[in-house]
């Protein structure tokens, strides 16, 4: 049975539905009203193989931040409900990934403890119509929505667009890692016995 999980979130400032599988082709259809940030979101379905599908409606006549910042959150909602109780995953999962000259490093562990670190700077302030500043963001509402132990460092700096793109791809690539079934056991992998 594939893992699915999908989650809505309609506040004043933004509408949002999103599903994603965990078991996918890395298949999508992404609209957030921010063609950069759904470039960036393909990025991470398609190197996660997640189906990936995203409609967001927000206040972008403000500022791209309410969009990008309760995408996360939903986003890591609906991880959540995919995963389920976790049994008989891997857990932790990381990446290396090189685009051209930057590198990006990307660690996971689906422990139930959010925890969020990250060191990524940006020399501009908007790649397309996205606040670089709202990468971090995004990946923090991912994080602690999503309650996942998740580390984020670009290791060798160049183009902004690159580093970017090496992030989310780096953690579409970590995630696929951490959800991935371990066949040697079936209940959750901790020693306290839950996640």
Known sequence: MKRIGSCTRKTKETDISLTICLDGQGQNHIDTGIPF?????DGFARHGLFDLDVCVRGDLEVDSHHTIEDTGIVLGQAIAKALGDKAGIKRYGFFILPMDETLALSAVD?????????DASFSVPFLGK????MIKEF???VSYSAAMNLHLKILESGNNHHMAEALFKAFGKALDAATTEEPRIKEVWSTKGSL
């Open 37 to 41: 940030f759904d470039h960036m979101l």
């Open 110 to 118: 689906l422990s139930g403890r959010p925890y969020f670190k990250y």
């Open 130 to 133: 996205m606040d670089t500043e």
């Open 139 to 141: 990946f923090y509402a």
